[in-house]
């Protein structure tokens, strides 16, 4: 999600010409979300603890999370910023960058009127509407998760612990999904790589045969 941002970030400036300004911007936007990012998490591994658990049916070691009260609903809170913070930026960035494309291609079609301009741009943008659901579908259910669960009492409940960490992969593994597919330029720009990367290749054995 915090490459969408961004990404969705240094799309807006594009959009209005400044390039080199986007990519001034995204690098202390990179810095600022790293470093906010390590500050509102770097409490965690202060308040864990591992306990190790031998009896006759078998052995294991437990990562134990203890925090105070005030602590816990921080936490809950912070979970709950990182969750939603991403999803209301990208909707944000994707209605500024429609509106100033819009705009400016107002300005050049002025015999068309804005609104069906609009609805144009809203059509061939819509996937930046679509992939920030997307992304808060996927994150949904560990959010959930993280809010309902509570200590494992048994083995049988470890299943709710697993799929929450497989949800975390899914994201990672959509990422060609997520973001390639919905827009028509990046997938023209892949199946322009893939093209150049085939002939490359054809050139090559050619010259080894």
């Known amino acids: ?28 936007v990179i810095v600022i979300l790293v470093i906010f990012t390590i500050c509102t998490n770097i409490y965690d591994p202060f308040y ?12 294991r070691i437990w990562c ?13 809170v912070m979970h709950t910023f990182h969750f939603l913070a991403p999803f209301i930026i990208n909707l944000i960035s994707a209605i500024i960058l429609i509106t100033k494309r819009s705009r400016q291609q107002s300005n050049v079609r002025i015999h068309e009127n804005y609104k069906e301009i609009l609805k144009q741009q809203i059509q061939q943008y819509r996937h930046l509407f679509t ?28 299943w709710l612990f ?7 992969f899914i994201l990672p593994m959509l990422t060609f ?17 893939i093209v ?12 080894m045969i």
Do not use: W
């Not at 134990?64 to 809950?76: G, K, R």
């Open 162 to 168: 697993l799929v929450g960490c497989f949800i975390l």
């Open 177 to 193: 999904v997520v973001f390639i597919l919905p827009s028509q330029f990046y997938r023209e720009q892949f199946h322009k790589t």
């Open 131 to 158: 992939t920030p659901v997307l992304l808060v579908l996927l994150g949904l259910p560990r959010l959930i998760i993280l809010f309902v669960s509570k200590c494992m009492k048994s083995t049988n409940d470890t």
């Open 1 to 28: 999600m915090t490459l969408y941002r961004v990404t969705m970030i240094r799309k807006i400036f594009n959009s209005l010409n400044k390039k080199k300004k986007s990519k001034q911007i995204a690098k202390i």
């Open 64 to 76: 134990i999370a203890t925090y105070p009260s005030s602590l816990q609903t921080f936490s809950s």
């Open 48 to 59: 864990r603890y591992l306990i190790d658990e031998d009896n006759e049916d078998e052995k």
């Open 196 to 207: 150049n990367y085939r002939i490359a290749l054809e050139r090559r054995l050619n010259y």
